[in-house]
Nanobody
Framework: QVQLVESGGGLVQPGGSLRLSCAAS????????MGWYRQAPGKQRALVAS???????NYADSVKGRFTISRDNAKNTIYLQMNSLKPEDTTVYYC?????????WGQGTRVTVSS
């Protein structure tokens, strides 16, 4: 079992920045990758960015050059630095942990980009 707690969401103006955090606890040794997903009302969750235990990253085309995923293994935490935010980035962001046979989700943190 893995527990994930997200934080850092909030309200920002277009062009602003936020940094999301996701702290993992539990059976963390089994995690081989973690990622950030987002889900707008009426839509399926979509990958925003992911990072493996070895540090390899992957990004959705819509956020490349604006978002950066990183990790702090000592703190069992991943981050999503979001710059140049756009109104279309507004939604709930979820942290996900990848295990060999399981996936675990956080509760989500809301990001609102509006003037």
């Amino acid at each position: 079992q893995v527990q994930l707690v997200e934080s850092g969401g909030g309200l920002v103006q277009p062009g602003g920045s936020l940094r999301l955090s996701c702290a993992a606890s539990g059976s963390i040794f089994s995690i081989y990758a973690m990622g950030w997903y987002r889900q707008a009302p009426g839509k399926q969750r979509a990958l925003v960015a992911s990072i493996t235990r070895g540090g390899s990253t992957n990004y959705a085309d819509s956020v490349k050059g604006r978002f950066t995923i990183s990790r702090d293994n000592a703190k069992n935490t991943i981050y999503l630095q979001m710059n140049s935010l756009k109104p279309e980035d507004t939604t709930v962001y979820y942290c996900n942990a990848y295990l060999p046979a399981d996936r675990w989700w956080g509760q989500g943190t809301r990001v609102t980009v509006s003037s």
